[in-house]
């Protein structure tokens, strides 16, 4: 099994700042990716970021500019950085482990409240 679990989310101001954090722990072998997810109210889950085991990264064009996604692995976590955060951002985040053998392994989820 692997435990995936995340935090940091939080309610927070627009223009304001936030990081994410998401550690992997139990029957981890070699990690593939890491990435954050988000699912907002009525909508479907939708990547946010991905980062893969060579350092290479990905974005959805939405965060793109404001988001920054790292990892740290020795620790087996990875980090979100949010910028300039918008209402549009409120969502509950999800991290995603992809290992090189085996099934995806899905955090609980955080939420993120933008507003006012």
């Known amino acids: 099994q692997v435990q995936v679990v995340e935090s940091g989310g939080d309610l927070v101001q627009p223009g304001g700042s936030l990081r994410l954090s998401c550690a992997a722990s139990?029957?981890?072998?070699?990690?593939?990716?890491m990435g954050w997810y988000r699912q907002a109210p009525g909508k479907q889950r939708d990547l946010v970021a991905r980062?893969?085991?060579?350092?290479?990264?990905t974005y959805a064009d939405s965060v793109k500019g404001r988001f920054t996604i790292s990892r740290d692995n020795a620790k087996n976590t990875v980090y979100l950085q949010m910028n300039s955060l918008k209402p549009e951002d409120t969502a509950v985040y999800y991290c995603?482990?992809?290992?090189?053998?085996?099934?995806?392994?899905w955090g609980q989820g955080t939420q993120v409240t933008v507003s006012s």
């Open positions: 995603r482990v992809d290992l090189a053998i085996g099934t995806p392994s």
């Open positions: 139990g029957s981890i072998s070699r990690i593939y990716a």
């Open positions: 980062i893969f085991n060579g350092g290479s990264t």
